[in-house]
């Protein structure tokens, strides 16, 4: 990739590297840990059909979705300071490598582990389903209204995508019908004389040369109208990420507060009993109130970022949704005009050919 920038703190202003998806991977899964609070974007899919992994669209789609995740990284006033950004941006291949491969994620801990993870959430799923433990959840109204906002704009985007691939597809099936319809007419113009086959000939070429634009519109329809809409699905399951992550955070606040209240309580009873374990309990108090204090401090920052988040994502969606909607409509203008052209520019040769 090649990348431009006018930030003092890089090695120059331009560089070429080379880089692996699993490279984007390794950026996007690091300024999440790094920077809660903060909307990650979201990363193109990786096909997981092999037919189509090697294709020439699905190249173009996934270069264009891996330059935007990139550009929307450096163009965030946070994410742009990132060290890991810079690294991803310089280093060689083998420092990628490298860093790959170290065990720094949730995903790369080792199967025991895994284990150990899968039976602390089912022993607390059980507890709450038992009535043990209730969950802990966050009585915010601007909280709750922003969630059935996120969740509701990812099954109208989904609807929204789901048909956009139904009109690029029914594109592409007129412009191949129309292809095997001029070919056809062509041929039949050929067995016919004069008028009526120069007509048939003129209107199996008409078919072809529609069937083109149908196919280019059909590819412009892809990349500018259903690729954004699947995009911001994919920036809305991000958002969703960056919920569960806030919902972690109250979590344990609540949690270290309750410990902290059974700790003073039961300092409380040995300074009573003025037993010799009062140090040793002054000194776990004193650590799980700076731990929750810690703990409040890292909730608060992560609401006051997905507030500042949710402005700058809604202002960047009302532009990007703007284009996406105004190139559609203008395609289909252009192609709508380009169809009825073509056939009324016809239309007086095959009236001539009936009437005769």
């Not at 899919?45 to 669209?57: G, L, N, T, Y």
């Not at 806030?246 to 037993?275: V, Y």
């Not at 799980?288 to 507030?307: C, G, H, P, Y």
Request: glycine letters at 4%; hydrophobic letters at 35%; a neutral charge.
């Amino acid at each position: 990739m090649f990348w431009q920038t006018n930030f003092p703190e890089y090695q120059g202003p331009e560089k070429i590297v080379i880089r692996r998806y699993s490279d984007f991977v390794w950026l996007r899964d690091r300024l999440f840990e790094k920077y809660k609070g903060i909307f990650i974007p979201p990363l193109p899919e990786k096909s997981a059909v092999e037919k189509f992994r090697f294709s020439a669209e699905f190249i173009e789609m996934r270069r264009q979705g891996l330059d935007l995740f990139v550009n929307r990284i450096a163009s965030h006033p946070e994410l742009q300071q990132s060290e890991d950004l810079k690294t991803f941006l310089q280093a060689d291949e083998e420092t990628m490598e490298r860093l790959r491969s170290q065990d720094t994620g949730y995903f790369k801990k080792k199967p025991a582990d895994l284990m150990q993870i899968f039976k602390d959430v089912q022993s607390k799923v059980s507890d709450v389903v038992l009535g043990k433990e209730k969950p802990v959840e966050e009585s915010n109204p601007e909280y709750e209204k922003l969630k059935h906002y996120i969740f509701e704009l990812e099954n109208h985007l989904a609807e929204a995508q789901k048909h956009a691939y139904r009109l690029v597809k029914r594109h592409r099936e007129l412009g191949e019908s129309l292809s095997d319809f001029g070919k056809a007419a062509k041929l039949l113009g050929a067995c016919e004389g004069d008028a009526l086959g120069k007509a048939f000939s003129e209107l199996g070429m008409k078919s072809e040369a529609l069937s083109v634009k149908l196919q280019r519109e059909a590819h412009q329809l892809l990349m500018n109208f259903e690729e954004p809409l699947k995009d911001y699905v994919r920036a809305v399951q991000s958002i969703k990420a960056t919920i569960a992550e806030r919902a972690n955070a109250f979590r344990q606040q609540c949690e270290l507060a309750e410990t902290m209240k059974l700790k003073e309580i039961n300092l409380d009873k040995l300074m009573l009993t003025r037993s010799d374990k009062v140090g040793e309990a002054e000194i776990e108090y004193k650590e799980l109130k700076a731990e929750s204090e810690d703990s409040t401090r890292r909730f608060e920052t992560i609401v006051r970022l997905m507030n500042e988040e949710i402005v700058r994502f809604q202002e960047q969606k009302t532009l990007d949704m703007g284009i996406a909607f105004h190139n559609f409509s203008k395609g289909q203008a252009r192609l709508a005009s380009s169809i009825a052209d073509a056939w009324r520019t016809l239309l007086p040769k095959l009236e001539a050919c009936s009437s005769s």
